[in-house]
């Protein structure tokens, strides 16, 4: 029973680039939210995906976008990157979109430089 | 919006000694959840508070959600070096919102 994979693991981009994440939900759910984690903070909600349409949304500029595949699987998109979003990028999956725990991937850690 | 905010930021405590993380929500959560974080890894699921004043036990870990579901607590008894990381709540109101965190090192 695989977890929730995501790739790369490491990326670097230098400011103005765009950048695109990826993330396979835990088999068996069908909810995707993004989050974003700078160094010492705790995670800041990006959105969730739930039957391939964004259901939420945080507090990030339009400059963050997504999509959720027929399969679950979900891609996070980050143009014209600035220093300001190097961070870890955390995929969680969940079910149903509702008030289940969250089952986290190792992330992608992105530097912009 | 919804605000989780979460004292203290860093907490070091002697091995054996008890610890505790608060958490308090700018508005009433429907459930919150604790997840730990241990250095260079990602947040793992604790447990999940659903009820009004709710006590849940795990070992030497207790969780606790206030009357108004708007705190909770946890409380670490007898400390071990393999609590060390970082402790979040999260609470719930139409998405899931993350605190701060409490980053706990222990000295054997």
């Known amino acids: 029973d695989a977890g929730v994979t995501q790739s790369p693991t490491h990326l670097i981009k230098t400011r103005g680039q765009q950048v695109t994440l990826r993330c396979s939900p835990k088999s068996g759910h069908d909810t995707v939210s993004w989050y974003q984690q700078a160094l010492g903070q705790g995670p800041q909600f990006i959105f969730q995906?739930?039957?391939?349409?964004?259901?939420q949304r945080g507090n990030f500029p339009d400059r963050f976008s997504g999509h959720q595949f027929p399969n679950y699987s979900s891609e996070l998109n980050v143009n014209a990157l600035l220093l300001g979003d190097s961070a870890l990028y955390l995929c969680a999956s969940s079910l149903k979109a509702g008030t289940e725990k969250l089952f986290f991937g190792s992330g992608t850690q992105l530097s912009v430089l | 919006g919804q605000q989780v905010m979460q004292i203290p930021q860093y907490q070091h405590v002697q091995e054996g000694e008890d610890f505790t993380t608060y958490c308090n929500s700018s508005?009433?959560?429907?459930?919150i959840q604790w997840y730990k974080q241990r250095p260079g890894g990602h947040p793992v699921f604790l447990i999940q508070l659903v009820k009004s004043g709710e006590v849940k036990k795990q070992k030497r870990l207790t969780f606790q959600f206030g009357e108004a579901k708007k705190n909770s607590s946890l409380h670490i008894t007898a400390t071990q070096t393999t609590d060390v990381g970082t402790y979040f709540c999260a609470g719930h109101n139409n998405d899931m919102r993350f605190g701060a965190g409490t980053r706990l090192t222990v000295k054997p």
């Open positions: 508005t009433t959560l429907s459930n």
């Open positions: 995906y739930y039957e391939e349409e964004e259901r």
